[in-house]
């Protein structure tokens, strides 16, 4: 009988150690990066066969995701998990990963990644990232020394929020939005009027290399220029449907003369109307004085100037809780709803 139950007894150890073996195995890291830069935005991957599994790491850690939910990728049975984390200037200490799932639960040891360093460039942003993009520049006047160059930024594992530009004073990001790899934003540069070019490069992660980025500074027509706003509208599409109203509208007066028809002086009064709509002036509105003027159409967006005195203005457009508005001539901006003269 002692025989039977110690049997027993080492069937039970040997049972919980192999299911103790099996749920550690079950959760692995699949990519840890060896060394990474100052500043990398750069990803953790976990892989396992687990249902609806909990994972935190190690809360008394000062180093934490950027993310608490990890980006889930199921792939057959396997489930990848990844985690954003940004480096700092001491090499990155990623903290005990602690797993709960349906199968118990277990934890990955800390792991650490070297710092590297990297050769600096003559005009680098200090962004790093897997992938950079400029989604959308405009050029406009800021004042009369100066131009503003306004970027609309894609980029995948980046850290655009530290984008600096050398021998400029005024610069910055705004409006960031980040989802997992994916971050947009706006980055503005205040140029004087005498410099023709913005150059400026960051460096690609997966590549190894830095890219360069020329953009030209010049307000050159009215679909980069905030001046195109203004009253009469001059683009080229505007321009193409006023002279197609114009060739219709003569059309439909021509055929109303010719056939006396009633349905053809309809048609032409109504193209001379929709004509008209294209050099009815911008609505006027008041501006408090000492309103802020912002730069972007943002929250967090930079003040540009404060208007002076009490101002009347043309409305040149609408985001949100802001109007766009000319100061003075050639400086444009935004004012909030709030800054708007009661009568």
Not at 13 to 28: D, H
Not at 110 to 121: D, F, G, M, S, V
Not at 331 to 343: A, H, M, P, Q, S
């Given at each position: 009988?002692?025989y039977?139950?110690?049997v027993?007894l080492?069937?039970?150890?040997?049972?919980?150690?192999?299911a103790?073996?099996?749920?550690q195995?079950?959760?692995?890291?699949s990519?840890?990066?060896?060394?990474v830069?100052?500043?990398?935005?750069?990803?953790?991957?976990?892989?396992?066969?687990?249902?609806?599994?909990?994972?935190?790491?190690?809360t008394?850690s000062p180093?934490?995701?950027?993310f608490?939910?990890?980006?889930e990728?199921?792939?057959?049975?396997e489930?990848?998990?990844?985690?954003y984390?940004?480096?700092?200037?001491?090499?990155v200490?990623?903290?005990?990963?602690f797993?709960s799932?349906n199968?118990?639960?277990?934890?990955?040891?800390?792991h650490r990644i070297?710092?590297a360093?990297l050769?600096?460039?003559?005009?680098f942003s200090?962004?790093?990232?897997?992938?950079?993009?400029?989604?959308?520049?405009?050029?406009?006047n800021?004042d009369?020394?100066?131009?503003?160059?306004?970027l609309?930024t894609?980029?995948?594992?980046?850290?655009i929020?530290?984008?600096?530009?050398?021998?400029?004073?005024e610069?910055g990001?705004?409006?960031?939005?980040?989802d997992?790899?994916?971050?947009?934003?706006?980055?503005?540069?205040?140029?004087?009027?005498?410099?023709?070019?913005l150059?400026?490069c960051?460096?690609?992660?997966?590549?190894?290399?830095?890219?360069?980025?020329q953009?030209?500074?010049?307000?050159a027509?009215?679909?980069?220029?905030?001046?195109?706003?203004?009253?009469p509208?001059?683009?080229?599409?505007?321009?193409?449907?006023?002279?197609?109203?114009i060739a219709?509208?003569?059309?439909?007066?021509?055929m109303f003369v010719?056939r006396r028809d009633f349905?053809y002086?309809?048609?032409?009064?109504?193209?001379?109307?929709?004509?008209?709509?294209?050099y009815i002036?911008?609505?006027?509105?008041?501006?408090?004085?000492?309103?802020?003027?912002?730069?972007l159409?943002?929250e967090?967006s930079?003040?540009?100037?404060r208007v002076?005195?009490?101002?009347d203005?043309?409305?040149?457009?609408?985001r949100?809780e802001?109007?766009?508005i000319?100061?003075k001539k050639?400086?444009?901006?935004?004012?909030?709803?709030?800054d708007?003269?009661?009568n």
């Amino acid at each position: 009988m002692p025989y039977v139950r110690s049997v027993w007894l080492y069937v039970a150890v040997l049972l919980c150690f192999s299911a103790l073996l099996s749920a550690q195995t079950e959760y692995k890291y699949s990519y840890m990066p060896k060394k990474v830069y100052v500043n990398q935005l750069f990803p953790v991957t976990v892989v396992g066969t687990g249902n609806s599994p909990t994972l935190t790491f190690d809360t008394s850690s000062p180093t934490q995701p950027l993310f608490m939910k990890p980006l889930e990728v199921k792939n057959g049975d396997e489930t990848f998990y990844t985690f954003y984390f940004k480096a700092g200037k001491v090499d990155v200490r990623i903290p005990r990963l602690f797993i709960s799932s349906n199968g118990g639960e277990v934890s990955l040891d800390e792991h650490r990644i070297t710092l590297a360093t990297l050769k600096p460039a003559k005009h680098f942003s200090g962004v790093l990232a897997a992938d950079l993009k400029l989604k959308g520049q405009q050029v406009s006047n800021y004042d009369e020394k100066s131009h503003i160059v306004t970027l609309t930024t894609e980029a995948y594992e980046a850290n655009i929020e530290d984008m600096a530009l050398k021998n400029i004073t005024e610069f910055g990001v705004e409006h960031i939005k980040r989802d997992n790899a994916k971050v947009t934003a706006e980055f503005y540069a205040v140029l004087p009027r005498t410099q023709k070019e913005l150059e400026f490069c960051y460096f690609n992660t997966i590549k190894k290399r830095y890219i360069s980025f020329q953009i030209p500074v010049k307000v050159a027509d009215s679909s980069v220029t905030t001046q195109s706003d203004l009253n009469p509208k001059v683009d080229a599409f505007e321009r193409l449907k006023r002279y197609t109203l114009i060739a219709f509208s003569i059309f439909f007066l021509l055929m109303f003369v010719w056939r006396r028809d009633f349905f053809y002086l309809i048609l032409g009064v109504i193209s001379i109307i929709t004509l008209l709509t294209f050099y009815i002036p911008h609505k006027k509105i008041c501006v408090k004085q000492g309103a802020p003027l912002y730069i972007l159409p943002t929250e967090t967006s930079t003040i540009h100037t404060r208007v002076e005195t009490k101002l009347d203005t043309m409305l040149l457009g609408e985001r949100g809780e802001f109007k766009k508005i000319e100061y003075k001539k050639g400086i444009i901006g935004w004012i909030k709803n709030e800054d708007i003269c009661n009568n």
